[in-house]
């Protein structure tokens, strides 16, 4: 394998010099935002927390993320950096070497669900190719009950419900192809680990999700099992009109107002998936580290964290309802003259999310 000294942050790093899909240990340089925004949410859980940490990196690669762990949050105790690819830990501790990080950092060749079943974390990243699914069930034996778990899912096709079977087999929730696809998807995955955690009596209490490119990634809090059940309370069901595009959820139904049958959807978390003080004190760290757009993404979070789950895309109910497309701005301050909630969403450049229902804001976009 070829390898090049790179710098990503204040880390030295030697990567791979060949696409990252044909080299013998991945490093994708674009994942650096995911990377900067979980610096930022780590250190904040660790202010919360008020306690030295101790993190895993279940699935290191060439050891970017727990290196930068170890290096830029303050109050880390140790960071372990597992990889079952013997060549990626041969090269996770020659970048430990190369950082002069041996007294924080452990590296691990293993199978990360081995690992975790036999050691406990304070905080936990689970950074896969495709699917987390496989590492639920040991992180969930591995956090600590007042830990912090870190999660990406690559696999959005099946998660937004392009392939409803492939869905349901990993994740064991049907999923449909909606226009609010994006928000669905990554409601599906937090549906999942909340689930996953509370098998083994952990409260999984989402902080900060969000969707980017081609990847979702979720930040929770966990929390005793005195909580699960308020978790459970807030699930239920999608139904979804295909004919006229109605949506509503909560307890079934099982007729759209136009007469259609609903199809359904779940059952699935209808919560909030991020916290507006967690996301904000997320964006004034960033902000501290110089992560513009990180940040950015932090204060967006916040804004639309506690408004009602599933955005409308006004591109979309504009080509069904075949009228104009009005300035999303104008429409947000119309809705909320109107007495409704509403504001932007980052799923979705044209959306707005609103607790306004189907039927009003179509007679509001007429
Ligand atoms: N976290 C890395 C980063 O930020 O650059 C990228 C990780 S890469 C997407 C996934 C890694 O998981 C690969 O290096 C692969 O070898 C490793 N892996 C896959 N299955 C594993 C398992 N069961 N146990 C440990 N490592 C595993």
Sequence with gaps: MKIQQIREEKIKLLAPAENMYKAAVFYNPKMAFSRNISVAALQVFKKIAGRKIVVLDALSASGVRGLRYANEISGIKKVFLNDKNPVAYKLIKKNIALNRLKKKCVPQKGDANILMHQNVFDAIDLDPFGSPNIFLDSAARSIYHKGFLAVTATDTAPLCGSYPETCFKKYGIRSLKTDYYSELGIRVLISH??????????????????????????????????????????????????????????????????GNKFEFVGPIFLGKISDRKFCAEVAKECKKKRFIEEGMLAKQLASESELPPFYYDLHYLAKVEKIKLPKIEDFIARLRKSGFKAGRTHFCPTAVKTDAGYEEIIKMLK
Excluded: W
Aim: a positive charge; glycine letters at 8%.
């Design 193 to 258: 680990i909340i689930l996953a955690l509370s098998r083994r009596e952990r409260a999984f209490i989402p902080q900060l999700s969000f969707a980017k490119e081609h990847y979702f990634r979720v930040f929770g809090k966990i929390e005793h099992a005195g909580k699960i059940t308020d978790l459970l309370k807030q699930f239920g069901h999608i139904m979804q009109c295909f004919n006229c595009g109605n949506r509503k959820y909560g307890n079934i139904e099982l007729r759209c107002f136009c």
